[in-house]
């Protein structure tokens, strides 16, 4: 999950860089209005960036909890097996010594 993520954010950034690129060379504005869509187009792939980050760190956090979850729950089954297992064999010692 983390390479795909990570792929994704690798490739819109340098879709962007390209993209920033072939503005520039094509830009039939000023430089000062080319510069300002620059930053326009920045500001708005930090905050993709940002927005990718947080949806990535939620996925991992919920991913994390039902791993602790599911980790709890076969615990709990492996405790009762052994506790059954236990009282099975305090049963057998009790027979044998009698």
Do not use: C, H, W
Not at 15 to 33: H, N, Q, R, T, W
Not at 49 to 69: A, M, R, V, W, Y
Not at 71 to 92: G, M, R, V
Request: hydrophobic fraction near 35%; avoid cysteine.
């Amino acid at each position: 999950m983390a390479t795909k993520n990570g792929n994704s954010i690798l490739a819109l950034l340098a879709g962007a860089a390209i993209g920033v690129g072939l503005g520039i060379l094509f830009a039939p504005d000023k430089g000062s209005k080319t510069r300002e869509k620059i930053k326009e187009g920045l500001d708005d792939l930090k905050d993709e960036t940002k927005e990718k980050f947080s949806k990535t760190k939620e996925e991992l956090k919920d991913t994390f909890e039902n791993l602790l979850s599911d980790s709890s729950y076969k615990a709990e089954e492996a405790i009762s097996f052994l506790e059954e297992k236990l009282a099975e064999l305090k049963k057998q010692s009790a027979k044998s010594q009698k």
